[in-house]
């Protein structure tokens, strides 16, 4: 089945720290790749996402992602996280079904983020 | 742009109770989304509208949830008859044309069934 899945479920990593979280796909085609956040009490919120082109992919709150084909993941990184990274992370695929487009989430990565 | 809003906030209902849901998505937005997330889980496709037209829903959405975009505005999702399982946090998001583009996500609605 076409899914996306993340492998970790929690994370824990000391303010300044470098973080990446990891992704990987299950696609046939060229998938369209995603990462949003989800703060406590918050909407989901777009990161950054890839279409095509650069593989390396900047977004907002100095994060990036990298898309590697060979591997089918799509990594989000940051080389210093703040208290305030402490979140919900789901990386999420665009799965086109008949024309009809939907985005797939996968189960997330909790965030927790230590002094 | 306002965002888009969902109402209410939180319910908490009855088992076997009727309960419905709105959303609003941004204005110029022709699509909108519902989707489920229970604790511990990502976002779950329910179903998506472009305009007025229900377009697709998924096979998790049994036949006591319906959902209606009437003049392609506003939505609202309905279930008859909840049930505990029922219990998670309903999601609306709405797209300007396309599902590749960014979704804007309301807050959710929190549906506790007893």
């Known amino acids: 089945a076409q899914s996306v899945t993340q492998p970790d479920i929690h994370i824990t990593v000391s303010e300044g720290a470098s973080l990446e979280l990891r992704c990987n796909y299950s696609?046939?085609?060229?998938?369209?790749l995603f990462w949003y956040v989800q703060s406590p009490g918050q909407g989901l919120q777009l990161l950054l996402k890839?279409?095509?082109?650069?593989?390396l992919v900047q977004g907002i709150k100095g994060f990036e992602a990298e898309f590697k084909r060979s591997q089918s993941s799509f990594n989000l990184r940051k080389p210093s996280v703040h208290w305030s990274d402490a979140a919900e992370y789901f990386c999420?695929?665009?799965?086109?079904?008949?024309?009809?487009?939907?985005?797939?989430f996968g189960t997330g990565t909790r965030l927790t983020i230590i002094p | 742009d306002t965002g888009v809003s969902q109402n209410p906030r939180h319910k908490i209902t009855k088992r076997g109770q009727n309960v419905t849901f709105r959303c609003d998505p941004i204005?110029?937005?022709?699509?909108l989304y519902w989707y489920r997330q229970t604790l511990g889980q990502g976002p779950e496709f329910l179903t998506y509208?472009?305009?007025?037209?229900?377009?697709?829903k998924s096979r998790l959405l049994s036949d006591r949830f319906s959902a209606e975009r009437p003049k392609g505005s506003f939505s609202t999702l309905e279930i008859q008859r909840t049930e505990q399982g029922d219990s998670a946090m309903y999601l609306c998001?709405?797209?300007?044309?396309?599902?590749?583009?960014?979704?804007?996500f309301g807050s959710g609605t929190q549906l506790s069934v007893l």
């Open positions: 998001a709405s797209s300007f044309r396309t599902g590749r583009e960014k979704l804007f």
């Open positions: 696609y046939g085609a060229t998938p369209y």
């Open positions: 890839y279409f095509s082109g650069d593989t």
């Open positions: 999420a695929v665009v799965i086109s079904n008949f024309g009809n487009e939907k985005l797939t």
């Open positions: 204005s110029e937005h022709n699509r």
């Open positions: 509208f472009q305009n007025e037209a229900q377009l697709e």
